[in-house]
Nanobody
């Protein structure tokens, strides 16, 4: 099991930016594909973005394509989510997730094995 700790959440005005970080420990980070999910208030957890073990492939939910960028630094055991042009609809708890089983996990939570505790992102209008 890999331990994941998110940081970087906060309150931002619409149109602003935030960068989330997720630090991993306990296992070899480069053995895991990584993803970001979010859970808006009163809604189910939804896929945001994912990146393969070596970072050669990234993919996104349609609603964030072109605004969010996922990246990773295997030397620092960290995955990032750069969020630009934030909108109130982006308000959610954001979770980092790790997949040991899949180099290219699907967009469902069941393809991911380990989860962080989440960080709150609030976008005001």
């Amino acid at each position: 099991q890999v331990r994941l700790v998110e940081s970087g959440g906060g309150l931002v005005q619409a149109g602003g930016s935030l960068r989330l970080s997720c630090a991993a420990s306990g296992r070899t980070f480069s053995n895991y594909a990584m993803g970001w999910f979010r859970q808006p208030p009163g809604k189910e957890r939804e896929f945001v973005a994912a990146i393969t073990r070596n970072g050669d492939t990234t993919y996104y939910h349609d609603s964030v394509e072109g605004r969010f960028t996922i990246s990773r630094d295997n030397a620092r055991n960290t995955v990032y989510l750069q969020m630009n042009s934030l909108q109130p609809a982006d308000t959610a708890v954001y979770y980092c997730a790790a997949s040991f089983r899949y180099h290219l996990p699907g967009k469902g939570p069941y393809d991911f094995d380990d989860w962080g505790q989440g960080t709150q992102v609030t976008v005001s209008s």
